[in-house]
């Protein structure tokens, strides 16, 4: 089946063709328009003729003689041959001819209008006559020495069309000369758009690139990713449903300058550097992307990057549910084996002979346990941040690290959910613990938590070596950390979503490097009607 004509031929033909038309039309017009100007300035040159020769004294003296036809006729041949003209024909007032080049219509009356030259005026007029048609003018003939306004003779000087078709016709070559010219020039500069063109749409046709776009268009609208296409000076050149509702983007994003599109800077300039990413979690206001970034390249030419993202941030919840669940059953295994190792210790007193001291070991190490369990359930009213608290307490003290939480702890915030408040606390003690961890005994971490009239004030202090200054700034960035092993999900993520959702609360957090670090967390305690 033969393949319909692309896009660019098919331009190329329509402009070819009414480059023709235009050319040929022109043409037309200018060979019409040049028969017009000839015919006026043939009537032009008649008139003066005319004019000049009512003037002539060998005419007025013909007229006076006896026989005017023998001396106007003689004098008329030799004047045709001067001026170029076809007739000049003398005649009386009564139309009788004096003169003309057919000697045998010599008295016979002129053909043609008159009237206006008898009137005193003169005659311009195309009229085909007894050679033909001609361009022909009349003017009056008045005696030369009395001033008399009587009409003596009239004359008549003509150029037929023939000879002004010949005139026209030896132009003819030049006319279509420059045009066939110009018809070329407009036919190698269209050629030469057309194949540009060709290049620019790929040889498609305008069937082909209407369902290539109907397709693109649908699939842009409908695929569940973000998909952005930023061109190599950084500016937005497409950004997809998905890309727009996850970026808060309107539709006037597009064809603007990255910079310009108020995103947060570490994705700015992720999209502006024109380098590849793989799977890199960007933490974004109150979400988290997966973004990956793929360099657009056409023959060796780079038109720049495509970008997809996707939204991590209800994974990365459930991740950190998952690890608060999994850091539950790693209390209690701990819980567990602590338990039995004492259970061990109070039987073998037993077998001793030393019941009463297993009985003090026994109820010193439940009084403890239950003291905090009492003391936390009493502090804390959300059940799942008191669970927390337990866990990370055995996990702390599983890992030589001593939790200590503050007696005057007291959580009754309400206005925060349970799952950002966890998430709060939970990543503030993980770190805190992982830097007591890393430091020398001895290994504290101390977590207060208060909730007073105006904000909710937890505040979690550990004995590590602290931050370095320069980089306080730097820790709540997404893929900053001290830590060199790698979770499943990246380092460096777990403050970075600490500081998403307190901006989500309007809240703040203040970090302190004193010998250790101290984190301070701010949330309103009440927030209206948010």
Do not use: C
Not at 94 to 123: K, M, N, W
């Amino acid at each position: 089946m033969r393949r319909p004509l692309s896009l660019a031929q098919q331009l190329f033909a329509l402009q070819l063709a009414v480059i023709a038309l235009l050319v040929i039309a022109g043409s037309a017009l200018a060979y019409f328009d040049t028969r017009r100007i000839s015919e006026a300035a043939a009537e032009r040159r008649v008139l003066v003729l005319a004019s000049a020769l009512a003037e002539l004294s060998e005419v007025h003296e013909a007229l006076g003689s006896e026989d005017p036809a023998a001396q106007l006729q003689p004098l008329a041949s030799t004047l045709v041959a001067a001026t170029g003209s076809d007739f000049i024909v003398f005649m009386a007032p009564d139309r009788t001819r004096f003169s003309h080049p057919d000697e045998s219509l010599i008295g016979q009356p002129y053909i043609g209008s008159v009237d206006a030259a008898l009137a005193g005026g003169v005659v311009t007029e195309t009229y085909e006559g007894t050679l033909g048609p001609s361009v022909r003018a009349v003017v009056p003939i008045r005696p030369a020495t009395d001033g008399s306004t009587e009409i003596t003779a009239l004359v008549s000087i003509g150029i037929l069309q023939q000879q002004l078709g010949r005139e026209v016709r030896e132009r003819v070559p030049l006319l279509i000369g420059t045009a066939g010219g110009a018809l070329l020039i407009a036919a190698g500069g269209t050629l030469l758009i057309s194949r540009r063109l060709s290049r620019q749409t790929l040889g498609l046709g305008p069937t082909e690139i209407t369902r290539m776009y109907e397709q693109h268009d649908a699939v842009l609208h409908a695929v569940r990713e973000g998909l952005l296409i930023v061109d190599t000076e950084g500016r937005l050149i497409l950004a997809n449903d998905e890309a727009q509702r996850l970026l808060g983007l309107s539709e006037a994003a597009e064809n603007r300058p990255v910079s310009e599109l108020g995103l947060d800077q570490p994705l700015t300039l992720l999209l502006t550097s024109g380098e590849p990413v793989a799977d890199r979690l960007i933490v974004f206001r109150d979400r988290v992307l997966v973004v990956n970034t793929e360099i657009a390249q056409k023959d060796s030419r780079t038109l720049g990057t495509v970008t997809t993202l996707r939204d991590h941030t209800e994974l990365e919840t459930l991740t950190g549910e998952l690890d608060s669940a999994r850091g539950f059953a790693e209390a209690l295994r701990a819980q567990a084996h602590e338990s039995a190792n004492r259970l061990h210790t109070v039987v073998t007193m037993i077998e001793l002979g030393q019941p009463e001291k297993a009985v003090e070991f026994a109820t010193v190490e439940l009084q403890a346990a239950q003291q905090l369990t009492d003391r936390v359930l009493g502090a804390v009213e959300e059940p799942a941040l008191a669970a927390l608290l337990l866990s990370k307490a055995a996990q702390a003290h599983e890992k030589g690290v001593e939790l200590i939480i503050s007696e005057d702890t007291a959580v009754t915030i309400q206005d925060v959910s349970p799952r950002d408040l966890v998430t709060i606390v939970g990543n503030l003690v993980d770190n805190a613990i992982d830097a007591a961890v890393a430091a020398p005994p001895p290994r504290r971490v101390s977590v207060s938590a208060m909730t007073g009239e105006s904000a909710f004030v937890l505040t979690v202090t550990d004995t590590g070596k602290g931050v370095d200054s320069q980089h306080i700034d730097d820790i709540f960035t997404r893929g900053w950390s001290t830590k060199t092993a790698e979770a499943p999900h990246g380092r460096g993520l777990g403050l970075a979503l600490v500081k998403q959702i307190l901006a989500k609360y309007s809240g703040t957090i203040e970090v302190e490097a004193n010998g250790g670090t101290v984190l301070t967390v701010r949330l309103p305690a009440s927030r209206g009607d948010r």
